[in-house]
């Protein structure tokens, strides 16, 4: 097995940092928003390091046992995607010696921590790009980057002409990494956090990177150091040839969220054109690979998914009840267990309020409720998947995850009408005259020859073993 042992049971929670919590105000820049401003790609509202280990209660009572950070390491921006320096972490963050008390507060909780790896493309402050920036065409890392032409100009308006930038943005040249000083470099950072005991890398855009060489190199440094670190891809489509032995454990399953919201947010699939679609992703990778995807309905690149769902309540507890059935990681992007709103970047990365009074506390319980379920069933961690159900008529979809003698049924109804369904239950091995629980609730159920009869509230889920 190539995938680490720990994340088929793995359930992460992703921490903008600059907006999670401000635990050191020392650190603070001087022209520092007030806490919970409108975002902007601009402005700094001081969340740091401190503040994940004030707030380590939170997360933990919340049930998660995996961080992803956005990007920690010196940049110019509140995302931290232009990189200046990878070996030193944002003084606005907070210092090395904060980041290992993080590690040690998440360590000695069974919590493991990833990190965001940007090595596309850095900032303009990199030193070896602003060495081009000084000397030019003399430059001894002219080579580092893409240079089309000199001189270089990286700050007037418009799009880069004389460097390859990603999308064109002249704030990120994208280094060339067939140079071997550059591959070294980027390699050397890859094993340097891993060695500092961070537990993996989520990468940036690695499909820009589009060298399979490359790729098996940094797996390889990363693994050297820690075989059980997880490296995560950020594919945003269905494309198998980034996971294995060659290049990632598993990929941010995008298309999933996708599915999820054509399914319950305007009716695009039907119960079958959503089980197929579903069903289709987890089967196009292999088994361990397909275990191992990071499985979210938001990040900082999304819009949040209570704005999605326009707040309904019902839909964004149906929409976790399936997540949190599938097969992979589930993760929750923070803040959307206490339903924070906002539109695509920046209005998705907005400071959390921390007054509990402004929180969607049933959606919270719900996640908490859902989390212990499957901690406590491993057949939703590690158990096969299985279709029961797909009936478009009514538009109900029902699985089952299958371990052993253990088996979850998964039953979700995407419609405003009460189900009253009479669902096949005997491949699952299931008898006459066993009797069965709501998960999520407290209704009791009973085995009729080879049918389970259940009734599924509107826009519902239940989860029956």
């Known amino acids: ?22 635990g050191d105000l020392h650190n603070d820049p001087a022209n520092v928003q007030p806490w919970g401003s409108p975002p902007t790609s601009w402005g700094f509202q001081g969340g740091d390091l401190r503040g994940i280990i004030d707030k380590i209660d939170y997360i933990l009572d919340l049930g998660v046992n995996a961080i992803y950070l956005n990007p920690i390491f010196l940049a110019n921006s509140n995302h931290r995607y232009n990189t200046v320096d990878y070996l030193k972490i944002d003084p606005r963050v ?24 940007v090595f596309n493309h850095c900032g303009r402050g990199f030193f070896a790009f602003t060495d081009i920036l000084e ?31 990603w999308w064109g943005f002249k704030s990120l040249p994208k280094f060339n990494t067939n140079n071997q000083a550059v591959r070294q470099y980027l390699l050397n950072v890859a094993r340097y956090w891993i060695e500092q005991g961070a537990d993996g890398w989520r990468l940036d855009v ?35 040839r980034w996971v ?38 987890f089967k196009r990778y292999p088994r361990e690979n397909a275990y191992a995807m990071y499985v979210t309905l938001g990040s900082h690149d999304t819009e949040r998914i209570y704005t999605r769902f326009n707040g309904d309540l019902n839909k964004l507890k149906l929409a976790f009840a399936f ?4 097969p992979g990681a589930p993760a929750i992007y923070y803040g959307d267990e206490i339903g924070m709103a906002g539109g695509k970047d920046p209005e998705c990365r907005a400071a959390v309020n921390w007054n509990p009074e402004s929180w969607l506390e049933e ?43 253990e088996v979850v049924l998964v039953v979700l109804n995407a419609s405003a009408v009460r189900r009253h369904l009479r669902l096949p239950v005997k491949d699952l091995g299931w008898r006459d005259g066993l009797i069965l629980h709501n998960l999520l609730g407290f209704e009791e159920y009973i085995v009729s ?17």
């Open 449 to 465: 020859g080879d049918w389970l009869v259940v009734s599924v509230p509107p826009w519902g889920g239940i989860w029956i073993g």
């Open 135 to 165: 000397n030019q065409a003399y430059s001894a890392y002219r080579d580092w980057f893409h240079v089309n032409k000199f001189p270089v100009d990286a700050y007037s308006p418009g799009k880069a002409e004389d460097y390859k930038a």
């Open 363 to 405: 959606l919270r319980g719900w996640l908490r409720t859902l989390i212990s379920l499957r901690k406590k069933h491993a057949a939703l961690r590690r158990g096969a998947y299985r279709r029961v159900l797909a009936d478009d008529r009514r538009n109900v979809y029902a699985f089952a995850r299958v371990l052993g003698d």
């Open 94 to 117: 907070g210092t090395l010696e904060d980041f290992h008390a993080l590690l040690e507060v998440a360590h000695s909780n069974n919590v493991r921590l990833i990190l965001d790896g």
């Open 206 to 240: 690695p499909n820009e990177i589009d060298d399979d060489s490359f790729w098996l190199e940094f797996r390889n440094a990363v693994k050297s150091v820690n075989r059980d670190a997880y490296l995560v891809g950020e594919i945003w489509t269905v494309e198998p």
């Open 323 to 326: 997540v949190f059935a599938y």
């Open 244 to 281: 294995g032995p060659n290049h990632f454990d598993g990929l941010m399953d995008y298309p999933v969220r996708d599915a999820v919201l054509d399914f319950l947010n305007g009716g695009f699939l039907t119960a079958t054109g959503f089980a197929d679609q579903v069903e289709g992703i």
């Open 1 to 22: 097995m190539t995938v680490p042992y720990w994340v088929e049971d793995a359930i992460f929670y992703q921490i903008f940092p600059d907006r999670f919590a401000n």
